[in-house]
């Protein structure tokens, strides 16, 4: 049995140091360790651990969120281990110290887990509602704030009359892409009104 440590941070200028101690502290044999935001799916010194497991290792980590994306990327990648006869210790969800090989840390996680997402979907759900009561406001509008006034886009596409999109997109500095859309927004809504 070999029992290898995973530590990650976020961020190029967060230290793995704390988590490195704390792997050492359980003996972990070989710690793989990167700076990689745990959102992205590709994180090259998780698949190279992941590819260095046999039946009867173990993983430990400090924090599930060093291990997984999300609740239920934990639980897929925790079934696939256990499938494979590897285990995997957390050394701090919630307070306590989880270790799959024992019937207790099995169903602790799963426990815990389950409160993860089920917060989570509260959270989808109280956003949703959020969005639902907003939108009774006329003036609500989805998505990101506009980035320029009607006015300055209106400027700029009356400027496209005797230049470029390349040129006008670098005398106001909106991008060339923004120009285009509100042109074709513009001839839309222009067709709309002439079939009225």
Not at 29 to 48: A, C, L, N, V
Not at 54 to 65: E, F, N, S
Not at 79 to 84: D, H, K, P, R, S
Not at 132 to 142: D, G, H, L, S, V
Request: avoid cysteine; glycine fraction near 8%; aromatic fraction near 6%.
């Amino acid at each position: 049995m070999t029992v290898y440590g995973y530590a990650r941070v976020s961020t190029k200028g967060q230290d793995l140091e704390a988590q490195i101690q704390a792997l050492e502290g359980e003996k972990v044999e070989h710690i793989y360790q990167e700076k990689f935001t745990g959102t992205k799916r590709d994180r090259p010194e998780f698949t190279k651990m992941l590819d260095e497991l046999k039946a009867g290792d173990k993983i430990v980590v400090t924090k599930l969120d060093r291990f997984a994306r999300s609740t239920i990327d934990a639980l897929t990648t925790i079934n696939a281990l256990n499938e494979g006869g590897i285990d995997l210790v957390v050394l701090d969800m919630g307070g306590e110290k989880i270790d799959t090989s024992t019937a207790s840390g099995k169903l602790l996680f799963t426990i815990m887990s389950g409160f993860a997402e089920f917060e989570r979907e509260m959270i989808i759900q109280r956003t949703q509602e959020g969005k639902a009561i907003a939108r009774q406001n006329p003036n609500y509008r989805e998505g990101r704030k506009p980035t320029y006034t009607k006015a300055q886009l209106d400027h700029a596409l009356g400027m496209l009359v005797n230049h470029s999109y390349n040129q006008v997109a670098e005398k106001t500095g909106i991008s060339k892409s923004t120009l285009i859309r509100a042109m074709k927004k513009r001839k839309a809504e222009e067709v709309k009104l002439d079939s009225k």
